[in-house]
């Protein structure tokens, strides 16, 4: 006698490859299983029906090989048609523990779902870890890369701003010294006229009668002796002008030269002509 299922469907053996399953047995399971039914890669009587036989199955019904043993001797046994009461009986029984087992069925599935997605979730964390890394790593190398050349260009700019401080104080300093050079040859050239304007003067007064004063020079604005107190100043060509005359003209009357300061020589032979030393 073959074995069916609740619903008359033929059960068949099977060694399922993956997974956890329930025995659907009526009575308590008999086989090697928890106290809830569930086993672990053990043969199956699975129903013809069933969605993991046949695409579309729509029945679930399984028994462990012990149960579906037990099921046989005891269909063996039976000689008579069991009474409508106990069929009936039987058929509550049976279609509550097919609801409870079903709940359980669907929990061992999420269970099993879970477990999965916790195993996808692991391989996910780890590759993203290694991607954190990576680019962890990748932004460091980045940030000395760009500090190296900023460091770099601050050198070139800081090299290139000395250099050209430099030259600019060797330009400043070679435009002084030319100063300083003409200032010299100037002030040189100053003092030479100045003795050449004081051996004319004293060859001058030396052809003169020392007492007379109408030798003594004149100013060229007031046209008055240039006698003490009155100071005598000169400009860069030796022409003569009193002090009370100076402060009113900026310029030599004779060749337009600026006036370079006081004719000290020039007084003291005035004073020696008045022999007043």
Known sequence: MSLTCPQGHALSPKVPKWGTWICDSNSRCVGDCNFVGIHRAKTVWRCSQDDRVIFGGSCNFDLCGDCANQKEEQLTMKSSTPKVKDIKKGTNEGATREVGRSALRKIVEELENIEAIDAVLEAEKETLCKQHETETKKQGEERNSKKEMFLKSQKIALEKFV???????????????????????????????????????????????????????????????????????????????????????????????????????????????????
């Open 163 to 277: 250099e050209e401080q430099k030259k600019e104080e060797t330009s400043i300093i070679d435009k002084q010294r030319m100063e300083m050079e003409e200032f010299e040859r100037t002030l040189l050239s100053n003092k030479k006229r100045q003795k050449e304007l004081q051996t004319n003067i004293q060859a001058h007064l030396n052809l003169t009668t020392p007492d007379s004063s109408s030798d003594i020079p004149e100013c060229p604005v007031c046209l008055e002796n240039m006698k003490p107190p009155l100071k005598v100043f000169t400009c860069r060509n030796g022409h003569l002008i009193c002090s009370t005359c100076r402060p009113k003209v900026s310029l030599c009357t004779n060749c337009r030269e600026e006036y370079t300061g006081r004719a000290t020589a020039v007084e003291q032979i005035i004073r020696k002509m008045l022999k007043m030393e």
